[in-house]
Nanobody
Framework: QVQLAESGGGLVQAGGALTLFCTTS????????WGWFRQGPGQEREFVAA????????DYTDSVKGRFRISRDYAKKSVQLQMNGLTTEDTGVYYC?????????????????WGHGTQVTVSS
């Protein structure tokens, strides 16, 4: 069974930048689709970005387009999310997820494996 682990969260001022990392803490996973989701206080978990491992095709939710970039590292078998121009609306727990299916997807229920999340707080 694959288990994912996130790192890189923290506190940043509005307008600042953070990079989140996702690796496997158990098992290996260099296939399928990897995604990032976030959950703000009192909100449902929402899709942020996804990348297909095989060809690097990406998908982003509209609110992060032009500010966030998802990428994969073949050597480290990991995925990262570069976040620029952060706003208070980006505050939340960020989760890494992965699915065996090769189709990009946005629903949390479409993903097979999850990390425990990392907190991102953007102060005004």
């Amino acid at each position: 069974q694959v288990q994912l682990a996130e790192s890189g969260g923290g506190l940043v001022q509005a307008g600042g930048a953070l990079t989140l990392f996702c690796t496997t803490s158990r098992g290996t996973f260099s296939r399928g689709v990897w995604g990032w989701f976030r959950q703000g206080p009192g909100q449902e978990r929402e899709f942020v970005a996804a990348i297909r491992w095989r060809d690097g095709t990406t998908d982003y939710t509209d609110s992060v387009k032009g500010r966030f970039r998802i990428s994969r590292d073949y050597a480290k078998k990991s995925v990262q999310l570069q976040m620029n121009g952060l706003t208070t609306e980006d505050t939340g727990v960020y989760y890494c997820a992965a699915r065996e299916d090769l189709r990009l997807a946005r629903a949390p229920t479409d993903y097979d494996y999850w990390g425990h999340g990392t907190q991102v707080t953007v102060s005004s």
